[in-house]
């Protein structure tokens, strides 16, 4: 491909030898030369497509190092509840969608979150059957972690008074031992198992939108949370087709680990577009629907839901190490994030130190565990949306004391030098990169921003949650050599920003705007008229 330049920038490239430029040079999808504007210009030809970046903010391409793209894909195709503010608008969006249903459809809902509803407590399946008796409804809960069912969705799963909880989920029941309808993490398969999958082209249409969504927020990679066969098939193909317009680290779905293709286990699938070689596994729920593992217990006495024991999580860290596999645990009550560091440190040794062991959200931690992190070399992937939308509730289920001491300690996890990668486990929180970035540095909720920030001491500066953005997002996903920086001779994948977001004030993080994604040197997603003709 031709010359590519991108001058009159205010560059800030992660590379702490060259932390500031004014322009690129871009070859063959590569970074050839990083300096000032008179220095790249010079090398202009006949032939080189020049960008004025207009004196704009270029950033390393933003890496979302926790997400799931099916999810972020399929959000528009079933009822969105996010914004919903009461069981009364919840159930006239039921009521809406019924009249147009036909046949033996499900209705398919995500988001709600009771946490911000007055009447939390009328979670019921009867409200639902009062809207929709003849379709089954499953309405997923904002975190994933939680759905609400009807009875007839109920009735279809068999599920009843006589109906013992699943390892690893909870069936809620009320006093009399009837359930209620709502189901809680691995009792939530009870129900789902039953819904018809989407067919094999919705899903690609699925990731195709996810991915594109991921362009227009300046993301450049993203780390599939969850990768189950079938996604990970997929993938493979539009790589072949080289439809993959982000580069994809794919966290393989340890439930279905025996079920992927052995040549794909073999290879590691480890392209410039896409990489699988890590295992995903779930160790508790989460904190909103009460399922996040804890040491003492929530205000209604309830410890959560452990769905894996230490000796589980041994097993399978030699299972990974012997695969030369990297292992990625879902974690984010004290003691899950415990048991973890707890089973891990009696497998790791020197040679699996360097397969950096992950774990996924480490929300609530002891302080006492934060050192253990760094001893066995692990990493937190944070996602510091999660902060500023739980902080709003998190004091009712924890206490404000203990939700102080425990939650979201990023400062205390960067001061002990533990590598942090930051994403934004969409679509349980907004893709936007800007959204995160203004949590991290003010920990204060974006919409409500009167609200004082929660616990400020654990503020980030600016440089230090753009490199867990960056590079340290490349480093989760053994990639540091070739992306994560703006350096001679890594993958030319960047974003232009139309803030400074290293000087402007907090709020106008919120206003930024991104104005081109390029990956490998190619425009993915431009704003209308920014480069011109």
Known sequence: MS???????????VDPKQPFAQALLIESGLIQKVGSNQEILAFKNDSTKVIDAKNHLVLPGLIDSHGHLMGMGRVHSQLNLKAVKSVEELIFMIQRKAKFMSGQQWILGRGWNDHLWENPDRLHRHLLDKVSEKYPLYLVRVDGHAAWVNSKALEMAGIDKS????KGGKIVKDKQGVPTGLLIDNAMKLVKSLIPDPSRE???KYLKLGMQECLKNGITSFHEADTDPEMLELLDKLEQENELPIRVNCLLSGIDFDKFKKSYLESATTKPFLRAKSIKLYVDGALGSKGAYLTKPYQDDDYGLLLLTEEEVKNWAKKASELGFQLCCHAIGDAANNIILNALEDELGPEVNSLRFRI??????QKSDILRFKNSHIIAAMQPGHCT??????????????????GYLWKDFIEQEVVISFGSDVPIEPVSPFIGIYSAVTRKNPIQKELASFDSDQCLSREETLKCYTINGAYSSFEESSKGSLEVGKYADLVIISENLLECEAEKILDAKIMLTAVGGEVKFEQEGFCGK
């Open 389 to 406: 939308s739980d902080m709003l509730w998190i004091d009712d289920v924890l206490g404000h004391t203990r939700a102080k001491e425990l």
């Open 360 to 365: 996924e959200h480490a929300q609530l931690v």
């Open 3 to 13: 010359d590519l330049i991108i001058h009159n920038a205010c560059i800030y490239t």
């Open 163 to 166: 109906s013992s909880d699943p």
């Open 202 to 204: 919705d899903k690609i």
